[in-house]
DNA sequence: ATAAATGCAAATCGTTTGCAACGGA
DNA sequence: TCCGTTGCAAACGATTTGCATTTAT
């Protein structure tokens, strides 16, 4: 259970787990998909748990040092975050018009990637893959600036 | 030549490409690999080039939206771009130890990630790749910290 | 002449940090 | 009790922006 994973990851620090941290962990997981500090900050708020903003982002850090969160993307606009428990591995698609973020998986990709790595002998140890572009409702919507038909 | 792509681009919406403009998009295609804003902006005052750092953080967005640069990545120390001109687009693999970027292409990756993107319908204009990991130097010299069995 | 661009410094904004008060092992 | 932790507010650092001045066209 992550409570134990970051019980210990403290521990082993010499740290404690405290109520804040705990509430901070149990929200990063409560939510189904992506989220950000500030927000998790104002949920928690909203809902009378009381953790600072600096408590917050500081267990963000811990989270993150331990495994238990993963950075999906670093925005101009801050951190975006999801937990990294229970969930596949998984990359993102992001619609350039709506912001939508689909999750995808591709055990193709997955593989292809490790190829990769060991052609170039590099030790890979976790990824990134973010393909922008419209979604399957924005692409419609879209008025097309220039001709299309095929494209390359 | 990207001047004229710029000075196109700037005059389809009534800018003008100022000598500033100029010097950053000199500057910026002068650099091997990435760069970032401020290090621009010290190597253009270090020769003597007049452009304040804001006309350089202008012209970088100008550049970017003109698809003239690109960001690389987003750390939390700022952002890194790098141009995107006579350059086959690439991804990238980053060293957790030594933070070399190491740029790769692979002509599978790309087809099937628009494999990828029809089977979702998704309508894919660019994207991004990142594989963190450790670089061949690295992998040697680690000496696996507190190395235990499981890992994500 | 006119509209755009510049430089500066102040403003933003996400995130971090110093510090005194606080609290769990 | 002893440290680690908290909350606050101030500090930070990258980037943006308001504005008076400068500069192309």
């Known amino acids: 259970m992550r409570q ?5 990851f403290l521990e082993e620090r010499g740290q404690r787990l405290t109520k804040e941290r705990n509430a901070v962990l149990q929200k990063a997981f409560s939510c189904k998909g992506h989220f950000d500090p500030e927000s998790l900050y ?8 009381k953790a600072s903003r600096a408590s917050v982002y ?7 040092e331990c495994g238990l969160v993963e950075k999906v993307r ?3 606009h801050g951190t975006i975050y999801e937990h ?26 997955e593989k292809l990637q490790e190829e990769i ?5 590099f030790k890979g140890t976790n990824h990134t893959l973010e393909i922008r572009g419209y979604c ?3 692409q419609t919507k879209i008025t ?3 001709g299309d038909g095929s494209h390359g």
Chains 1, 2 share one sequence.
């Open 58 to 64: 500081r267990t963000l850090n811990l989270l993150y």
């Open 117 to 121: 790595c060991q052609e170039r002998n």
């Open 74 to 76: 670093q925005t101009e």
């Open 4 to 8: 134990n994973i970051f019980r210990q």
């Open 42 to 49: 104002m949920e928690m708020r909203k809902k009378g748990v």
């Open 84 to 109: 990294s428990l229970g969930g596949q591995h998984h990359d993102h698609m992001i619609c350039l018009e709506c912001g939508e973020i689909i999750e995808f998986y591709s055990e193709r990709l």
């Open 144 to 146: 097309v600036p220039e």
């Open 136 to 138: 399957r409702h924005c």
